[in-house]
């Protein structure tokens, strides 16, 4: 008994201490004149490896967002039932690259049209979803989806959604490309998707 009372004291101080650290995370990035965008767009890999090469950009995170379960594992999502969608985590500097294309890359680089998937990748971790922190972002993501809509055929079913909280994958799932590129997924899927969007914004790519 004595032991699981001190297991409940540790878990609330851990809770506790966690919040005035993530709202430490975030004033630091506002106070560095950084941006922060979370979008999901199919399989999370394909997203990271095409917004890590953007100048400006200084970190993409792979991760989970926009269901009900806390700190879900891959597993969890991948079987579904979590409402979460695979996303990326983007922060950047909106001095060297704009938001608008951050956006206008990522309603290239997969099909917005497609309801709970992309490709053969089918499921609800796999939809298409903007996540927006503040009215500005809201009404630049609604800008860009109508933007979009002229080049696509079908309906842009792509979820505006408020951000609520976002959850890191596990640490294999980072830079997945980068380091696992010569894989049959990463060649027949992620190298065409990279391939496409170096050939549109090569102006735009780090050196």
């Known amino acids: 008994m004595r032991r699981h009372l001190f297991c409940i004291v540790i878990?609330?101080?851990?809770?506790?201490?966690?919040?005035?650290?993530?709202?430490a995370a975030k004033d630091s990035a506002a106070s560095s004149g950084r941006e922060t965008l979370?979008?999901?767009?199919?399989?999370?890999?394909?997203?990271?490896?095409?917004?890590?090469?953007?100048?400006?950009?200084?970190?993409?995170v792979s991760g989970f967002a926009g269901g009900h379960?806390?700190?879900?594992?891959?597993?969890e999502v991948s079987n579904g039932g979590t409402g979460h969608a695979e996303v990326v985590q983007i922060t950047f500097d909106p001095e060297v690259i704009t938001r608008d294309t951050i956006l206008?890359?990522?309603?290239?680089?997969?099909?917005?049209?497609?309801?709970?998937?992309?490709?053969?990748?089918?499921?609800?971790q796999y939809r298409s979803i903007a996540f927006y922190r503040s009215e500005v972002q809201k009404a630049a993501?609604?800008?860009?989806?109508?933007?979009?809509?002229?080049?696509?055929?079908?309906?842009?079913?792509?979820?505006?959604?408020?951000?609520?909280?976002?959850?890191?994958?596990?640490?294999y799932h980072q830079e997945y490309f980068k380091l696992h590129?010569?894989?049959?997924?990463?060649?027949?899927?992620?190298?065409?998707?990279?391939?496409?969007?170096r050939k549109k914004f090569r102006a735009l790519l780090k050196d």
Do not use: M
Request: hydrophobic share 45%; proline share 7%.
């Open 11 to 23: 878990a609330l101080l851990c809770a506790v201490l966690a919040a005035p650290l993530a709202i």
């Open 38 to 60: 979370t979008l999901g767009g199919g399989c999370f890999w394909c997203l990271e490896a095409v917004f890590s090469e953007l100048r400006g950009v200084d970190s993409v």
């Open 69 to 75: 379960v806390p700190n879900p594992s891959y597993t």
């Open 104 to 124: 206008r890359a990522f309603f290239t680089i997969h099909d917005p049209t497609t309801l709970n998937r992309q490709g053969n990748d089918v499921g609800e």
């Open 141 to 171: 993501i609604e800008k860009a989806i109508g933007e979009a809509q002229t080049e696509w055929s079908r309906p842009i079913v792509t979820e505006v959604v408020p951000f609520t909280a976002f959850y890191e994958a596990e640490n």
């Open 181 to 197: 590129g010569e894989e049959p997924y990463c060649q027949l899927v992620i190298a065409p998707k990279v391939a496409k969007f």
